[in-house]
């Protein structure tokens, strides 16, 4: 009986502990140069479902310095994004395969200009606040690449 007891203590502990590092940590995009240089990271947020996609990052008046809202699809294909009921000017880095295959630049607030259309069809997008990607040198065939890391636990 106390090994029973023991072995269920001991479950515990390791589920308490890997409960606890998956909310201790954040994922990050990473940009990096062909040369491997890294030139930003960003925290974001998801947009993985039709509706989340929809709704992107409209009435938001704020977005964090190294934040933003990464759009994924299932499927590689011609993507197109707008900024109606954005009020945040916005950079769209378009990737595919973990490489980044276009970008529109400072995209403006409330506008219904369709954007995109004429990249490279791409499995995801990450918005950022606008100028970014230039500000961090991102270009087309910089490697994209998602790390879980840890963060401080509240």
Same mark, same amino acid.
């Given at each position: 009986?106390?090994?029973?007891?023991v072995?269920?203590l001991s &479950?515990? *502990?390791?589920l308490q502990?890997?409960?606890?590092?998956?909310?201790?940590?954040?994922?990050k995009?990473?940009?990096?140069?062909?040369? !491997?240089? #890294? !030139? &930003?990271a960003?925290?974001?947020?998801?947009?993985?479902?039709?509706?989340?996609r &929809?709704? $992107?990052?409209?009435?938001?008046? *704020?977005?964090?310095d190294?934040? $933003?809202?990464? *759009?994924? %699809? @299932?499927?590689?294909? /011609? !993507?197109?994004? %707008?900024?109606?009921?954005?009020?945040?000017?916005?950079d769209?880095?378009?990737? !595919? #395969? $973990?490489?980044?295959? $276009?970008?529109?630049?400072k995209?403006?607030?409330?506008?219904?200009v369709?954007?995109?259309? #004429?990249?490279?069809a &791409?499995?995801?997008?990450?918005?950022v606040?606008?100028?970014?990607? *230039?500000k961090?040198?991102?270009?087309?065939? @910089?490697?994209? /690449?998602?790390r879980?890391?840890p963060?401080?636990?509240?």
């Amino acid at each position: 009986m106390l090994k029973i007891k023991v072995f269920a203590l001991s &479950a515990l *502990f390791i589920l308490q502990a890997e409960r606890t590092q998956a909310e201790c940590s954040v994922e990050k995009m990473h940009f990096y140069s062909p040369q !491997r240089q #890294e !030139r &930003a990271a960003y925290t974001f947020e998801k947009a993985d479902t039709d509706a989340l996609r &929809a709704k $992107g990052l409209m009435y938001r008046r *704020f977005l964090p310095d190294n934040h $933003g809202m990464l *759009f994924i %699809w @299932d499927n590689v294909d /011609i !993507r197109t994004m %707008w900024m109606k009921h954005t009020y945040i000017p916005l950079d769209m880095i378009y990737m !595919r #395969e $973990g490489y980044v295959v $276009g970008i529109v630049h400072k995209a403006m607030p409330h506008t219904e200009v369709i954007r995109g259309g #004429e990249l490279p069809a &791409a499995d995801s997008i990450l918005e950022v606040i606008g100028e970014d990607a *230039f500000k961090h040198n991102i270009q087309v065939g @910089d490697s994209a /690449i998602i790390r879980s890391e840890p963060v401080a636990c509240e």
